[in-house]
């Protein structure tokens, strides 16, 4: 399995932008189709984000299209979330993936990050 940590969470103002990164382990990486999900305080873990092994492919959940980007960089075995226009909203802990399936499930993905705080003020 791949070990994953997330960084690049904090306090930014509505409006504003934040790049979060997952860092992975492992030579196979690049094997891994990989997501970006979040959490809010009493709510369930959300999709956000997904990106196939390649990069060739995203797909995003509506709350969050047009706003956010995800990427990745296989040879440095890590995965990025842009985002802009940030919201209220969008406070979470927020938590990146892998895994072989192409959805947005978390049943779909194996190995999970241990999360960063994004937290937008209003």
């Known amino acids: 399995q791949v070990q994953l940590v997330e960084s690049g969470g904090g306090l930014v103002q509505a409006g504003g932008s934040l790049r979060l990164s997952c860092a992975a382990s492992?030579?196979?990486?690049?094997?891994?189709?990989m997501g970006w999900f979040r959490q809010a305080p009493g709510e369930e873990r959300e999709f956000i984000a997904g990106i196939n092994w390649s990069g060739g492919s995203t797909y995003y959940a509506d709350s969050v299209k047009g706003r956010f980007t995800i990427s990745r960089d296989n040879a440095k075995r890590t995965v990025y979330l842009q985002m802009i226009s940030l919201k209220p909203e969008d406070t979470a802990v927020y938590y990146c993936?892998?895994?072989?399936?192409?959805?947005?499930?978390?049943?779909?993905?194996?190995?999970w990050g241990q999360g960063t705080q994004v937290t937008v003020s209003s």
């Open positions: 492992g030579r196979t990486f690049f094997n891994y189709n």
């Open positions: 993936a892998a895994g072989y399936g192409s959805g947005s499930s978390a049943s779909d993905f194996r190995s």
